[in-house]
């Protein structure tokens, strides 16, 4: 019965060889993934969560310089970490006190550099890049969240599909280990073909034009704002992508409902249930967190329900990425609304404080929340035909720091709320969706909101459009941000933003190529 949470006997924590089984990296055959996890409990992966932090910990102290001088300086003895209760007494690692502070080598077990490491880097707020090395057993979990993402889609494991991976193919992690957990889906038998032609958008849509059609099944995977980027041109140039089982894969930001919609709607999805998601992953750990069937149900629900995203999200105005992960992989912990994150790689990190906000459910919890609010997952998710493939993983929800917002007097301004009005009709056919903001001073040295707005390819706005557009910013901020709305009554016209248009992918802020700037910070 579905989330009956005492069926099936539980194995025994203590019990080595059966975990060794359930999550050995040989790989599956076809679909095996799916079919084990789909008999773990929520109290089973509450235990495994347990027993996968305290032997990491208890490792990463002994056989990492890095860490046992950490703790040293933080007077802890990790003889007497025992339980989950004591380590929650263990500080938090960050990049400041830990990663930045310590030579590379130091940071790896046994401070060895000469096992087989694959190394990426990000730069980061400050831009000074800090460098990460994974070792092949997080590419094979990556490997099965993509496999577990296939195997409750609507793709079928029986046609051709084309995986086109849309994320830059440089230093950075999205790219390579998309296109390698794919490779190994492969391997184990599913029918893939890959082409990496990474962010350049004229290769893909000639990819989508000439390629696809040769193939039954199509896989995007890239950066939300670039994807829509791609689904649009390649609908505006002719691309019929009904002819197809098309999945959206995104990754690197959260987004909204209505844009999931409206992208879904634009590449011919008729279930954005099983057929997008969106992977919380870091150049830190790989491939941590994914959107499945029912995390996806649940944040539609609470997009419907705001006592109940009051309940689940503690009150954020923000709309929270909310996924599932597999304990025995990253464990999540959550910290006075800060998320901490553990996870075994060539860098392993204990209680790593990433820099996001969010929460954790175990599954258990997720489904008496929402009872609690009056709404049955098991109906929900048998309404929503999607019974069989909802797993009893935890959840975790993260959304943006607050130094990725801009202020107004005061109060945070959050692109999200912006970027839902550029996809009303009445503004998608002149702009592309993509913004960035600034809090600027008058010569009066007031401070105002400019919106910054990308147009399509040869458009040129008119005077009476960016009107109608701050009509509905201000409409949208007053409803969804009581600060705002506050803000507005008090002092009026002073609170609307000023609009400014800039051609296609002009380099000031939208160079082509790059990740988004939704927030820009003069200071």
Known sequence: MLFDMNTEPEESVSEPSASARLFSFTPFASATVLERFRKIKSARWGALQAETLLKLFTRAAKHVPAYTRFLKEAGMESSKIRTIEDLEKVPSVSKKNYLHKNSFADLFWNKSLRAPHILTSTSGSTGRPTYFARTAKVDEQSSQIHELIFSTSSLDERKSTLVIVCFGMGVWIGGLITYQAFEL???????????????????????????????????????????????????????????????????????????????????????????????????????????????????????????LFDALFKGTMKTPTLAQYIPSFVTFEESEGELLISGDSAIPLVRYAIGDSGGVFTFAQMVEKCREHGIDLAEEAKGASITETVLELPFVYVYERVDLATT?????????????????????????????????????????????????????????????????????????????????????????????????????????????SWVLRTA
């Open 408 to 516: 107004l007097y005061g109060l945070q301004i959050y692109p999200e709320t912006i970027k839902e009005v550029l996809l009303d009709d009445r503004f998608h056919s002149h702009a592309t969706g993509k913004l960035t903001l600034i809090t600027k001073f008058d010569q009066n040295q007031d401070q105002y909101l400019e919106v910054n707005v990308e147009l399509k390819p040869g458009v040129e706005a008119k005077d009476t459009l960016a009107s109608v557009l701050k009509a509905e910013i201000v409409r949208n901020l007053r409803e969804k941000n009581s600060e705002y709305h506050e803000l507005y009554d008090f002092i009026g016209s002073r609170a609307e933003p000023q609009i400014v248009f800039w051609p296609y992918e002009d380099p000031l802020y939208f160079k082509p190529g790059t990740k988004q």
């Open 185 to 307: 889906l492969g391997r184990r038998g599913y029918p893939i073909s890959i082409l990496t032609p990474g962010i350049n958008k004229a290769e893909i849509l000639k990819t989508l034009r000439d390629l696809a059609p040769q193939y039954e099944q199509i896989v995007l995977a890239g950066y939300p704002p670039f994807l829509k980027d791609v689904v649009d041109d390649a609908v505006s140039q002719g691309t019929d992508f009904k002819k197809h089982q098309v999945m959206l894969l995104f990754a690197a930001e959260a987004f909204t409902e209505k844009f999931r919609d409206h992208v879904a709607h634009k590449a011919g999805i008729e279930n954005v249930l099983t057929d997008t998601a969106n992977i919380y992953g870091s150049a830190d750990l790989g491939t941590m967190a994914f959107e499945t069937p029912i995390s996806i149900l649940i944040r539609r629900l609470a997009a419907k329900d705001q006592s």
